[in-house]
């Protein structure tokens, strides 16, 4: 008899002790909500390839952040917070002494804004900026592609939401997402997973959200012109290209050197002829691994307990709107460029101006190619899609100047 209770003592002491009887706590069921969204996001990501190489780990990362007892979620918002949890200065709810785990030494690369801009390199190295340079106009598109970040910032103040806070809210408009991580982990923190998580499911569903927008802003003529071929760009173009965007945007805005020069020197690594070996590093090692560490870190500030509140629904519903903006002011602004140049421009390659490269351009190439089967503006697009890339780097540095 004394042996069963023995052994009933040892498996009832291993189950009060194990994840599965915090799900009966009065906290548990938020836990398994998060469990079945990191679930949904695997799903996505897996099933039905929405920006997978980012939202597999973002989601991987949610569910290690909710396995109660796992001691896997990001445990502070700040560097001073990260300094205190290493000296055991921190402590939870019921006074217990945080002890750092893997994850918080993880984000600590977020935090001190590293992963970001080394994404952003690699995106450099990956992009063609032909496109662009031979019509220069694209730039405009971009710009007007923004309208969504400045309008979700009025909304969000609107709300009552903090500056610094609906900043963060308003850089998911530009439909990129490691910009959006890096403003948030300099002007609100403690929003970073809600953030990083609406800003890339948008960007995943660009293909859902934005033809609707696009269809209901122009007409069936409008959608249905065929742009004349891009000029040829030279060697020397592409290599100046890099240079003079980072003097330009690093003079007017110090703020947005860190993104805009990364972005441009792995371009620069691309396009001299000269750095082959650590162009295709940056392009592949090197975005590779920190992808990983960016998307996992990033998901495991997904705790139920700073996720599940109405401040995360307000988040995710303020950037769709930010997203749906900047989706209508690329497309109205290519009206405009269709009105000036007499028919000579197809508005739908405005959309393509949010950050989402090359998804975006491959929506206006499919809603063209709908109304009009000869026609191909997946090139026509890339302007404006590389320069909402430009666009969305620039946007950030205005907002860390007038909130950071």
């Known amino acids: 008899m004394e ?8 498996i009832k002491s291993i189950w009060i002790n194990s994840g599965y009887a915090y799900f009966f706590t009065g906290e ?33 990362g949610m569910l290690l952040a909710n396995l109660p007892g796992a001691n896997l979620a990001v445990q502070y918002h700040d560097l001073q917070g990260f300094i205190d949890l290493l000296a055991g ?3 939870d709810s019921s006074g217990k ?20 801009p080394l994404i952003f390199l690699g995106i450099g190295a990956m992009t063609d900026f032909t496109s662009l340079i031979a019509r220069p106009s694209s730039l405009i598109l971009g710009a007007a592609a923004q309208l969504g970040i400045f309008v979700a910032y009025i909304i969000a103040i609107a709300f009552k939401f903090l500056p610094s806070e609906a900043g963060s809210i308003a850089i998911i408009g530009g439909a990129d997402g490691p910009t959006a991580i890096f403003v948030t982990s300099k002007l609100a923190p403690h929003m970073l997973g809600p953030i990083a998580v609406a800003a890339y499911s948008y960007m995943a569903l660009v ?3 934005q033809p609707p927008i696009m269809r209901m802003l122009t007409t069936k003529k ?70 990983i560490m960016l998307g996992i870190s990033v998901g495991a500030t997904t705790s139920a307990q700073s996720f599940l509140n ?45 950050s989402a490269v090359p998804m975006a351009a491959r929506v206006s190439q499919k809603e063209g190619q709908r109304e009009n089967p000869a026609n191909f503006l997946l090139m026509h697009a890339m302007g404006p899609n590389v320069s909402g890339v430009i666009g969305s780097a620039v946007a950030a540095g205005i907002l860390l100047t007038l909130l950071g």
């Open 89 to 91: 200065r921190l402590t």
């Open 28 to 60: 548990g069921w938020k836990n398994l909500i998060m469990l079945l969204v990191a679930f949904f996001f695997l799903w996505l990501g897996i099933k039905k390839g929405f920006e997978p190489l980012l939202m597999i780990p973002i989601a991987f």
């Open 222 to 291: 409008e959608r249905s012109v065929v742009m004349e071929n891009l000029r040829p760009v030279s060697k020397l173009e592409k290599i100046l290209f890099p240079i003079t965007v980072t003097v330009i945007v690093s003079l007017f805005l110090p703020d947005a050197a860190t993104l805009v020069g990364m972005l441009m020197l792995g371009n620069l690594l691309k396009e001299n002829g000269r750095t082959e070996r650590i162009a295709k590093a940056a392009q592949n090692e090197l975005m590779n691994i920190i992808t």
């Open 310 to 354: 109405m401040k995360t629904v307000s988040i995710v519903v303020l950037g769709l709107v930010a997203f749906a903006f900047g989706t209508a002011g690329g497309t109205l602004f290519g009206k405009l460029m269709y009105v000036l140049t007499k028919g000579k421009v197809n508005p739908l390659i405005g959309s393509a101006g949010v």
């Open 207 to 209: 293909p859902v959200i």
């Open 97 to 116: 002494v945080l002890t750092p785990g893997l994850m918080d030494f993880l984000y600590f690369g977020v935090k001190a804004g590293i992963y970001p």
């Open 3 to 10: 042996v069963l209770q023995g052994v009933f003592e040892v």
